[in-house]
């Protein structure tokens, strides 16, 4: 967690503490849409951030995507930021992509939200990352079950290089691929539950859960941060509470 009082614009040049690896490009295109940062996995100290405001911000919580290459990182997080969904050929993301900063919603709080590569050429790029990372959003494609089957190995990970008290949650994205499903939301569940880690499914083609996944991990941390927090807070429980009052959600 870093603890600013600066222009949101800055803050996306802010590097990880490990220094400033560098993604070194592959040839192939990188994502790029109005609006949005794009790195090619070099952070670049003098670009700006995606929001443009001169909102000052007190408190930015580091939140970083990972999981396989083509689980739907970029897009959960597109879907997210814009409402849209990126349909169209896949274009695979280059190292580390910082996107978005939120703001939260009635407090000074910020989301600081970095995308990353899942491709296994980048991994050691993204470790370096992991570190001051305060909340991870763990994703698997339940259209594809080697996305999923990786998840104890992207646990492994986590273990070894975020750090110990990092929030996290997994995704079971692409929730709306009825016909290609492979993985059961059952599966999902129990393997959270074996792990110990919040679990949903979401969608990024029809925003399923989306919000409510970065919401949730966004008052965790915020209720962490707080030095007497007045009742406890359950990130799973509020899922489940969000999802059941929405009447959404379960695919
Ligand atoms: N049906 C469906 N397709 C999705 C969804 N999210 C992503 N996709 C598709 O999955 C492909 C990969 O999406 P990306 O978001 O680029 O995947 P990524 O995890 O960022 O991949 P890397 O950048 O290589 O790590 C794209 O073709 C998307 O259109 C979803 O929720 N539903
Ligand atoms: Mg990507």
Known sequence: MSRKKAAKGKAAASSPSAGSPTGKGTGKAARS??????????????????????????????????????????????????????????????????????????????????????????RSVTHAYYRDANALLLLYDVTNKTSFDNIQAWLTEIHEYAQQDVVLMLLGNKADATHDRVVKREDGERLAKEFGVPFMETSA????????????VAKELKHRSMKEPSEKFQLQEYVNKEMKSTGCCRS
């Open 205 to 216: 083609r029809s925003g399923l859960n989306v919000e409510l996944a970065f919401t949730a």
């Open 33 to 122: 849409s109005p609006g949005i940062v794009q790195m090619n996995g070099v952070v670049h100290p003098s670009r700006p951030s995606i929001s443009n405001s001169s909102e000052f911000y007190d408190i930015a919580f580091k939140v970083m995507l990972v999981g396989d290459s083509g689980v739907g990182k970029t897009c959960l997080l597109v879907r997210f930021k814009d409402g849209a969904f990126l349909a169209g050929s896949f274009i695979s993301t280059v190292g580390i992509d910082f996107r978005v900063m939120i703001t939260l919603h009635s407090h000074s709080h910020s989301l600081q939200i970095w995308d990353t590569a899942g491709q296994e050429r980048f």
